[in-house]
């Protein structure tokens, strides 16, 4: 396993599509373990491909509950439900938070790195690293989608 070096938010690949990953092997295996590493590294919750340069449609999330680190590959967002207004950060935006407004319930469905399909539903923290990290696979950024939060909030 190996570190990474995380993009940071002017690097022009962060604004692009990743491409849907369809060779399930021992690279992608690889990858996955160097994200992994990566992560926890920088002390993070989750981390896209496109964070450490790659294009792939590949994340990894960890939120601390003890069910250890997810990977998500090809995830998409197949049900929403409620609403959570928190503040976000992110490893390629150092030194930067903001409130987000996020689904309270997220399910996703996603492959495993032996391209099984599989479904993940999150809920809170894990719904939130979900939809942050499935954004990065297209090009957006949280930054992009902050706000600021009333009293009333």
């Given amino acids: ?3 990474r070096k995380v993009r940071i938010d002017d690097d022009p690949v962060l604004r692009k599509m990743s491409k849907e990953v369809i060779k399930f092997d021992d690279r992608l295996k690889e990858l996955a373990n160097d994200m992994i590493e990566t ?3 920088e002390d993070g919750v989750g981390l896209a491909a496109p964070q450490i ?3 792939k449609r590949l994340t990894v999330i960890d939120v601390y ?3 250890g680190p ?3 590959i090809n995830p998409e967002i197949i049900y929403e439900e409620g609403e959570q207004f928190e503040i976000e950060g992110c490893l390629s935006v150092p030194n930067v938070t903001g409130y987000v407004r996020r ?3 997220a ?3 996603a492959q495993d790195l032996e391209g099984q399909s599989f479904e993940i539903i999150g809920e809170g923290l894990l719904a939130r690293a979900l939809c942050h990290e499935i954004d990065h696979l297209n090009g957006v950024l949280f930054i992009d989608k902050m706000e ?3 009293d009333d909030e």
């Fill in 1 to 3: 396993m190996a570190l």
């Fill in 39 to 41: 992560m926890y590294q």
């Fill in 53 to 55: 340069g790659i294009l």
């Fill in 65 to 67: 509950d003890d069910s």
């Fill in 70 to 72: 997810k990977i998500l």
């Fill in 103 to 105: 689904p309270l319930i």
């Fill in 107 to 109: 399910k996703v469905k």
């Fill in 148 to 150: 600021i939060k009333d």
